[in-house]
């Protein structure tokens, strides 16, 4: 079974660009979960998408924006880029219910200088 | 108070060293309760879900304490393998429903 995967790995952007990072769920899983994890701190959840719909956002601005598709990818969208948006990017997905475990996938590693 | 506090360690042990990790969770109302481990400059893989009567696969064993509201997980016959961070894993089941990382504990096993 594939698991989560990201796109792309690395995306080196400048201050006031927008980066757009994508992301396709489990087979089967309908859930995807984004976190924003910076150099040396712990994970910051910032979305979740399900069936389509935005279901809870984290305490990020509305800069931090995204959606999920009809096949349950979806793509997070980061306009007015700032340096501290430097970070890893990770997408998770579940089956849907938010007490089942998430899954990872390996991240994109986002750079704006 | 952090939602979910864990010891940052560094643990450092030997080869064949049982260690614990403890981390305690402030929302009582917490429902799901998750290890992961995270090796440097990876993704979170799930280690293994916490039940309340406690679960054991394999040298990793796992505990949970709602009363004291407390998360622990034990290995045993340490491996240089294991070395890792893990990271204790809530998730909330009011209307957010988000998991809430802790900032991991890490470990370090020696030859």
């Known amino acids: 079974e594939a698991g989560v995967t990201q796109s792309p790995t690395h995306l080196i952007k400048t201050r006031g660009q927008q980066a757009t990072l994508r992301c396709s769920p489990i087979?089967?899983?309908?859930?995807v979960y984004w976190y924003q994890q910076a150099l040396g701190l712990g994970l910051q959840f910032l979305l979740w998408y399900d069936e389509g719909e935005e279901r809870n956002r984290g305490n990020f601005p509305p800069r931090f924006s995204g959606r999920q598709f009809p096949n349950y990818s979806s793509e997070l969208n980061v306009n007015a880029l700032e340096l501290e948006d430097s970070a890893l990017y990770l997408c998770a997905s579940t089956r849907g219910q938010p007490h089942y475990e998430q899954y990872f996938g390996p991240g994109t590693r986002l750079t704006v200088t | 108070r952090k939602e979910v506090e864990q010891d940052p360690g560094p643990f450092n042990v030997p080869e064949g060293a049982t260690v614990a990790f403890n981390c305690t969770y402030s929302n009582s109302a917490s429902q799901s309760f998750f290890w992961y481990r995270q090796d440097c400059r990876k993704e979170p893989k799930l280690l293994m879900s916490v039940y309340s009567s406690g679960n054991e696969d394999g040298r990793f064993t796992a505990q949970l304490n709602r009363a004291s509201q407390y998360i622990s997980l034990l290995i045993r016959d340490s491996k240089l393998s294991d070395s890792a961070t893990y990271l204790c894993?809530?998730?909330?089941?009011?209307?957010?429903?988000?998991?809430?990382f802790g900032s991991g504990t890490r470990l370090l096993v020696r030859p």
């Open positions: 894993v809530v998730n909330e089941m009011d209307s957010s429903y988000k998991l809430i």
């Open positions: 087979s089967g899983h309908t859930s």
